[in-house]
């Protein structure tokens, strides 16, 4: 009688590597589309720049690829049951970088794909949180052409001008990020307008969506904020 062939971990480590960073998968991440597994921080920074899946080539969606994804926690305790200790050396990892972020106020000093990872790991709130919990609501942010403005006050469109955040978001936090994403020098100021009328910064998407946009009916989706250069009225 023979006995049973013993399998070494790295006889499956084509199903539990991931084809971006080439490690062990962290949080395995599923593609809908197309069934393709990454880590989560890996597709989604992946997705930060391109809408196909990363091993195949097919588009996953033609404005918000995330919405495609799908955590696979079954294929997460596989492997950690695969590869003995990997629980245990994440949850260290975790320790350091929240302690070493504490000592330094936040600056990143560490790798950003395993920053990304121990914020996605986070359970605890916190900065690592970003109201992920939160209700999520999808914006379209258009740019509001205008013929008057010349030279350096046009502001240019997105390239991806949809995005879902939480409904407590505020438009001061929406201005931060077109400023980031059009690369605007830290002194130019925007103004942010649902249906003409001109968004103060502290207003959250929810009192927007509320207060604003639903009078147009439940059709009109997602919610639409204009931006333009700040005009001064004074």
């Not at 052409?145 to 010349?150: K, P």
């Amino acid at each position: 009688m023979t006995s049973p062939r013993k399998h070494l971990v790295k006889d499956f480590n084509h199903f539990i590597t991931c084809y971006v960073c080439k490690g062990y998968l962290i949080k395995p991440t599923t593609v809908t589309e197309c069934l393709h597994t990454f880590c989560k921080s890996c597709i989604v920074q992946h997705f930060e720049d391109s809408n196909d899946c990363p091993k195949c080539g097919i588009q996953v969606h033609e404005t918000n690829p995330r919405e495609m994804l799908r955590l696979d926690n079954t294929l997460e305790e596989i492997i950690f049951k695969l590869v003995p200790g990997l629980r245990e050396k994440q949850q260290q990892e975790i320790e350091f970088w929240r302690s070493r972020k504490w000592k330094e106020n936040g600056e990143e000093d560490g790798p950003r794909s395993k920053r990304s990872r121990l914020d996605d790991d986070d359970d605890g709130g916190g900065d690592g949180d970003y109201h992920r919990s939160d209700p999520q609501i999808a914006i379209c942010l258009d740019c509001l052409r205008n013929s008057s403005l010349v030279g350096e006050n046009v502001v240019k469109g997105l390239m991806k001008k949809f995005i879902r955040c939480s409904t407590r978001v505020t438009v001061g936090t929406i201005k931060k990020f077109l400023s980031l994403k059009l690369k605007l020098p830290s002194s130019y100021e925007l103004d942010v307008l649902c249906n003409g009328e001109i968004m103060g910064k502290d207003h959250t998407m929810e009192f927007i969506y509320m207060t604003r946009w639903r009078l147009r009916g439940e059709t009109a989706y997602p919610m639409v904020l204009e931006y333009r250069p700040r005009i001064d009225f004074g």
